[in-house]
C-alpha cells in the first residue's frame, strides 16, 4: 500500500514486545533478526525507517537464545563483510595411518600393469615382412592402418634425415643411424642403401636404361612371403599421358615399354575407386568380389564401409580370389 505524503505511524502489539514503524512510501516486512535482536534503529535509505524496541516478557525469553540469535547474526554480518563462504565439514571413515589404534595402514591393491599394443620395439624389425598378431606390436607398414605400431616406429623406420637419395658427396660417408637410408660402404651387406646407390655410387646402370627382362615363369621376389602387388591410384591421370615419352614422365615409360598396358579401358564402375582398384586385383566384377563403392551398407553385417572408416579393414567385406 503506497502512500505519497501521509506519513502513517503503525503500532504493533505483541504479547512479547512492541515494534514502531515510519513508513512515508511503502509497507514493508520486518527482517525477522530485527525481532529477535537488541534495541537498533534503522533507516533504509528510501524513506523507511525502523525502531525497534523489544519488550521481553518473564521467562519467554532467556539469555540462552538471546545469545544464540546475537551470535548467528554476528557471522552473518562477518561472512558478508570479509566476501568469503563459512561452513562446516567433517572427516568421515578416514583410513587410519599405519600405527593409529594398533592398525597397519589401509593399502589398495592395484591389478598388475595392462597390456599396452604399443609396448615393444622396432629396433631391427622396420617393415619386416611377417606380420605379428597380438599381444606383439607391429613394424611393418600397414601397422599405421591397424594402429598396432611399436611405440618407435616413428622414431626408428619413419627417419626422414639425409633425405632418400645419395649424393656424390654421401658415397662412401661413414655411417649414420639417424639418416633414413645409408650411402656407406657396408649398406649392401645390411640392405640399407638408398635407390640409387649403385648407379651413383657404384657406377650401375639404373633401371630406366636397363633393357627389359622378361619374365617366362611367375615367381616370387627375394624377401617376399606373398606375390607383391603394387597398384598406383593417381587423380586426374589420363590415357594420353602414357604416350608422352620419356622424357616428360619417363618411369611411366618404362612400365609402359617393358610391362602390359591397354590403350583403351572401361571400369568396371565409373567414378568409384575401391570396386576399381578390387576388379583389378582379383580379376572379378564387383558383383562377384562384393565392393560395390566406396560407402556401402550391408544389412547381413549391420555395418557401413566408408572410406574413412576402420570398418573397410574388416575382411568380410573383401570377398573373391584374384
Not at 525469553?61 to 547474526?73: A, G, T
Not at 649403385?198 to 646402370?205: A, F, H, P, W
Request: charged share 20%; with cysteine; glycine share 8%.
Amino acid at each position: 500500500m503506497e502512500c505519497s505524503v501521509i506519513k502513517t505511524s503503525i503500532k504493533r502489539l505483541y504479547s512479547t514486545e512492541v515494534v514502531s514503524v515510519t513508513i512515508t512510501q511503502r509497507l514493508l516486512p520486518l527482517p525477522p533478526v530485527l525481532l529477535n535482536g537488541p534495541p537498533l534503529r534503522w533507516s533504509l535509505g528510501f524513506g523507511v525507517s525502523i525502531s525497534h524496541s523489544p519488550t521481553y516478557s518473564t521467562g519467554l525469553r532467556s539469555d540462552r537464545q538471546r545469545n544464540m540469535l546475537l551470535h548467528k547474526l554476528f557471522v552473518w554480518i562477518l561472512s558478508v563483510l570479509c566476501g568469503a563462504d563459512v561452513c562446516l565439514g567433517f572427516v568421515y571413515d578416514r583410513p587410519k595411518r599405519s600405527g593409529e589404534d594398533g592398525t597397519l595402514a589401509r593399502t589398495e591393491s592395484r591389478s598388475a600393469s595392462q597390456y599396452v599394443p604399443t609396448s615393444g620395439s622396432c629396433r631391427n624389425r622396420c617393415f619386416e615382412l611377417v606380420e605379428l598378431e597380438p599381444p606383439n606390436c607391429r613394424c611393418d607398414n600397414l601397422c599405421k592402418t591397424y594402429n598396432s605400431c611399436c611405440s618407435d616406429f616413428d622414431q626408428l623406420c619413419l627417419r626422414t634425415e639425409g633425405g632418400y637419395e645419395c649424393s656424390k658427396d654421401r658415397c662412401g660417408e661413414t655411417r649414420n643411424e639417424q639418416h633414413a637410408c645409408h650411402c656407406s660402404d657396408d649398406c649392401l651387406a645390411r640392405g640399407d642403401c638408398c635407390t640409387n646407390y649403385k648407379t651413383l655410387c657404384k657406377g650401375d646402370s639404373s633401371w630406366l636404361h636397363d633393357e627389359c627382362e622378361e619374365i617366362k615363369t611367375p615367381e616370387c621376389p627375394a624377401g617376399f612371403v606373398r606375390p607383391p602387388l603394387i597398384m598406383l591410384s593417381v587423380d586426374g591421370f589420363r590415357a594420353s599421358y602414357v604416350k608422352r615419352g620419356n622424357t616428360v614422365i619417363p618411369n611411366i615409360d618404362k612400365l609402359r615399354t617393358c610391362g602390359t598396358h591397354a590403350p583403351y579401358m572401361r571400369p568396371v564402375y565409373p567414378s568409384k575407386t575401391f570396386p576399381n582398384l578390387y576388379s583389378l586385383a582379383t580379376g572379378l566384377y564387383p558383383e562377384s568380389h562384393g565392393i560395390v563403392g566406396n560407402s556401402m551398407y550391408d544389412p547381413v553385417f549391420d555395418a557401413t564401409f566408408t572410406l574413412r572408416s576402420r570398418e573397410k579393414l574388416n575382411h568380410r567385406w573383401w570377398g573373391g580370389q584374384p
